[in-house]
């Protein structure tokens, strides 16, 4: 295996990594929420992870390379937070919805950065794959920022939805 495909799979591997944060904290949401509309959109974003993350280990096997097992510690650490905060909350939607928008973001970026390798870019296979699998994240997270009420609204806003 040369440098250039060790590059790659370690590529591959950070993607593995945030889809496994990702498969961790949507299962723990899916457990947390109390709504059945948010339960099966979590289980179904636990399932995009899943097969995501199967589809880039196969690459990584192709290349002669040992997928990645767990996540991030940065993931670790936000599924603690998670747990906390719904402890406090007492499952509360919103921060669900929240800490899902949050992992979706962290996990565009990822894709972005891998993107943005030359190596990846001069594979046009995988980043064809790696460009759908982030459009399909940021699909995902259109649908919970939908969800996601926001409370920064303009005073116009305000002052439109007075009734009078």
């Known amino acids: ?18 889809n496994n944060d990702r498969i961790a904290g949507y299962h723990q949401a899916s457990l947390e929420t109390k709504d ?10 636990l399932n995009e992870s899943i097969n995501f993350s199967e589809t880039l280990s196969a690459y990584i096997k192709e290349m002669g390379g040992e997928p990645a097992l767990g996540g991030t510690t940065a993931g670790i650490i936000h599924r603690s937070w998670l747990n906390f905060k719904a402890a406090l909350q007492q499952h509360d939607r919103i921060a669900l919805l929240e800490s899902c928008e949050f992992g979706d973001k962290s996990a565009i970026e990822a894709y972005e950065n891998a993107l943005n390798n030359e190596l990846i870019k001069a594979n046009e296979e995988l980043n064809g794959v790696l ?16 969800l996601t009420p926001r409370t920064n609204s303009t005073q116009a806003e305000l002052d439109a939805l007075k009734l009078r």
């Open 131 to 146: 460009l759908r699998q982030q459009a399909d994240i940021e699909s995902s997270l259109k649908i919970i920022q939908t």
């Open 1 to 18: 295996m040369n440098s250039n495909q060790q590059d790659m799979i370690d590529i591959l591997n950070g993607l593995i990594q945030i």
């Open 36 to 45: 059945g509309d948010l339960e099966q959109l979590f289980r179904s974003r």
